[in-house]
């Protein structure tokens, strides 16, 4: 985690990663008016148990994608109807975020126990130009082949996937020796087993609070 100094200026992946926290506060914000409102009509009826997560049912469109597998293989959404998706767009060479994210994404799948087998985590690649279908495979595989699967595509794919779900990446400049980071927004997306969009993570919610909600629906799909 980044910690800011009173007596120096924030460091340059401080300012990136501020930059992008504000750019996922505000499509974060301008989903509340309409969550609120369905929380009014919803409140004359029997109120449901409240989620633990961001309930965006509704307001997200369902899972729909053509990109490539880990294994060099074309894939669509179709391909995982029936299974729970943990949609998470982040990059290989990321040095902090994404390898704390998929971290607790295995503690997800810890604390699901029987039921991750109805789960499948999709790492979808916001850096295509290094991100190979075999640097994806060896990167998930370090983490949870079984239930972790990467995902690539061109630059306009990519792209257009990220805009269907307001998701904020930028690739930053290029340091002497060539390399660069990819700022991008960090929540996880729980898709049903129908492709519906149900909920949305954020870096604030605990693996014990996501495995909750993702076991509820499991239980009962929308």
Request: hydrophobic letters at 40%; one cysteine or more; a neutral charge.
């Amino acid at each position: 985690m980044i910690r800011p100094f009173a007596d120096s200026p924030p460091s340059r992946r401080a300012r990136r990663t501020a930059r992008a926290a504000q750019r996922f506060v505000a499509t974060i914000a301008s989903w509340g008016a309409a969550l609120t409102a369905a929380a009014l009509l919803g409140a004359c009826s029997h109120p449901a148990e409240p989620w633990q997560l961001t309930d965006v049912q509704g307001h997200l469109p369902d899972l729909a994608f053509t990109l490539t597998a880990d294994n060099g293989q074309p894939m669509t959404a179709r391909d995982l109807r029936g299974q729970t998706a943990l949609v998470y767009f982040g990059y290989t060479h990321c040095p902090d975020v994404c390898p704390e994210t998929m971290a607790r994404l295995m503690q997800v799948i810890a604390n699901l126990g029987p039921d991750a087998q109805h789960v499948r985590i999709l790492f979808i690649s916001v850096d295509p130009a290094r991100d190979t279908p075999g640097a994806l495979h060896a990167y998930v595989g370090a983490f949870d082949a079984q239930h972790a699967l990467g995902l690539t595509g061109s630059d306009a794919q990519v792209e257009a996937l990220a805009k269907r779900y307001r998701v904020a990446y930028q690739m930053e400049k290029r340091d002497p020796d060539g390399s660069y980071e990819v700022t991008h927004s960090s929540a996880v997306y729980v898709f049903d087993a129908q492709g519906h969009a149900r909920l949305l993570a954020t870096d604030r919610d605990t693996a014990a609070a996501i495995a909750q909600d993702v076991r509820r629906i499991i239980d009962t799909p929308a």
